[in-house]
Nanobody, 120 residues
Framework: QVQLVESGGGLVQPGGSLRLSCAASGSIFSSHSMHWYRQPPGPGKAREWVAAITSGGATNYADPVKGRFTLTRDNAKNTGYLQMNSLRPADTAVYYC????????????WGQGTQVTVSS
């Protein structure tokens, strides 16, 4: 099973930028799409989908992040990147990446999560 490791989270001021990375232990992009979800703080807050890049390289974004977040990948490094610009306090969350098998139609791996805090 492919392992995913996220990195790049931290504390940033509103309007700032961060780049999250999701490194896979093996080659996955030809057979998996990579998705990013986030878990906002507080009781009762649901995990929400943020963005995805398909095995073909097409990207999709949730409306709250469209125009501010960009998802790319480096096939040679088996790594996906979520560039987050114009960050807002509402973006504060634990961010998770997941690999979804195109064939099976389900997630096969999840990362451990990385904390992003947007605050002045």
């Amino acid at each position: 099973q492919v392992q995913l490791v996220e990195s790049g989270g931290g504390l940033v001021q509103p309007g700032g930028s961060l780049r999250l990375s999701c490194a896979a232990s093996g080659s996955i992009f030809s057979s998996h799409s990579m998705h990013w979800y986030r878990q906002p703080p507080g009781p009762g807050k649901a995990r929400e989908w943020v963005a995805a890049i398909t095995s073909g390289g097409a990207t999709n974004y949730a409306d709250p992040v469209k125009g501010r977040f960009t998802l790319t990948r480096d096939n040679a490094k088996n790594t996906g990147y979520l560039q987050m610009n114009s960050l807002r306090p509402a973006d504060t969350a634990v961010y998770y990446c997941g690999a979804r098998s195109t064939l099976a139609g389900r997630f096969s791996s999840w990362g451990q999560g990385t904390q992003v805090t947007v605050s002045s």
